[in-house]
């Protein structure tokens, strides 16, 4: 079956310092991975996306992703986060062929300590 | 350009009465979803509509949930005889076309059954 996983509910990291979200995939086809950011109160923005090409790949706001498709996995980075960053993130997983359906991850709330 | 906008942002109702939800998508967008975000189940799939085809709704819940798209453009979920476990936020997305593109997404919908 098709899911992702979000192993952290909760991180809680202080501003300046580095940032990594975990996202493991669950997918029998070639996926389509994306990273969103959803503020207190707001809809959800895409940070960045994979479809195919560079495993590393660079998103808004200082984000980077890099998809390992060995481990299933598509982290999400940042080297030094700032207040501002503090939200919920949210790694999907969708299909090609116009089957475009989105699987979310249950999220991780970020904190940010100033 | 505007971005897609959902109606209302907040709704409270009754156990057993019907709501609706409106979503209007970018312009343009041949694409429309509907997400639902509630605690413990976090974001999903409801369903999808593309063009002229014939929607996805492999996502509704229940046969109490319905929705419409007139003119390929904007689209209302229906909810009959409301529960309380309908009570979540309704996310509305729109993507340009039938290949792989990303989604954007509205504010949402925060829907409470009493």
């Known amino acids: 079956a098709q899911s992702v996983t979000q192993p952290d509910i909760h991180i809680t990291v202080s501003e300046g310092a580095s940032l990594e979200l975990r996202c493991n995939y669950s997918y029998g086809a070639t996926p389509y991975l994306f990273w969103y950011v959803q503020s207190p109160g707001q809809g959800l923005q895409l940070l960045l996306k994979y479809f195919s090409g560079d495993t590393l790949v660079q998103g808004i706001k200082g984000f980077e992703a890099e998809f390992k498709r060995s481990q299933s996995s598509f982290n999400l980075r940042k080297p030094s986060v700032h207040w501002s960053d503090a939200a919920e993130y949210f790694c999907?997983?969708?299909?090609?062929?116009?089957?475009?359906?989105?699987?979310f991850g249950a999220g991780t709330r970020l904190a940010v300590h100033p | 350009g505007a971005g897609v906008s959902q109606s209302p942002s907040n709704k409270v109702t009754e156990k057993g009465k019907d709501v609706e939800l409106r979503c209007d998508p970018i312009s343009g967008h041949t694409a429309l979803y509907w997400y639902r975000q509630s605690l413990g189940q976090g974001l999903e799939f409801l369903i999808y509509f593309q063009g002229n085809s014939a929607p996805d709704k492999s996502g509704l819940p229940s046969d109490r949930f319905s929705a419409e798209r007139t003119g390929g453009s904007v689209s209302t979920l229906t909810i009959q005889r409301t529960q309380q476990e309908d009570s979540a936020v309704y996310l509305c997305?729109?993507?340009?076309?039938?290949?792989?593109?990303?989604?954007?997404f509205g504010p949402g919908t925060r829907l409470t059954v009493l």
């Open positions: 999907a997983v969708g299909g090609s062929g116009g089957y475009n359906k989105l699987i």
């Open positions: 997305a729109s993507s340009p076309g039938q290949t792989y593109n990303e989604q954007f």
